[in-house]
């Protein structure tokens, strides 16, 4: 029982975690270097992520700037960075690439707060699965007489108490991102 338990709490973890991957990505009106630095790029016939080919540095309140390791690279990395779907303009000068964020509009705002709400609500969906699933493992583990009732209702108990603990931190992953949307 204490293994269904830990493997519950190992899939909670890597849920939550990756929730607040996506929200990262995320764009708000803070400049974030994770917003571009995954961004793939063609240079040298290659594939590359902006992390690979330069050091990011943010500028507030709303520049991010990356200086390249090659000059080169600048203008692909601008490029990309324009074609990527941010709704960001670039602009190359020698190695430095300059990232303007636009002010979000409240149409903008709105469109990303329920976004953020689809994407949390999908992850406690999981969460609930992943619950149903470790209950029922309990279960059956209880008619083929490896548990006691009491260890039944413990483990059902502590599950419960996982879940509720994953859905609270997800909860202030949602609003401290619904706060940083709406700044």
Not at 20 to 33: G, H
Not at 61 to 74: G, H, M, Q, T
Not at 98 to 126: A, G, H, M, N
Request: glycine share 4%; hydrophobic share 35%; with cysteine.
């Amino acid at each position: 029982m204490d293994q269904i338990i830990k493997d519950l709490e190992t899939s909670l973890r890597a849920l939550s975690d990756g929730l607040k991957q996506e929200l990262s990505n995320i764009r708000t009106n803070r400049p974030s270097a994770k917003l571009i630095e995954n961004v793939k790029v063609d240079y040298m016939e290659q594939q590359f992520t902006i992390k690979q080919l330069g050091s990011i540095s943010i500028l507030p309140p709303r520049e991010i700037n990356v200086s390249c390791w090659d000059k080169d690279a600048a203008g692909p990395i601008a490029k990309a960075i324009e074609t990527s779907g941010l709704g960001v303009s670039a602009s190359a000068d020698g190695s430095l690439v300059r990232i303007t964020l636009p002010q979000l509009t409240d149409d903008r705002r709105r469109d990303l707060e329920k976004l953020v709400k689809s994407l949390t609500e999908q992850v406690k969906i999981r969460v609930r699965n992943s619950r149903d699933d470790a209950n029922k493992k309990i279960e059956v583990s209880f008619k083929t007489k490896l548990i006691t009732e009491d260890q039944k209702f413990n483990g059902r108990k502590k599950i419960q108490n996982a879940v509720d603990k994953t859905n609270e931190e997800m909860e202030s992953l949602l609003n401290a991102k619904i706060k940083e949307i709406a700044e």
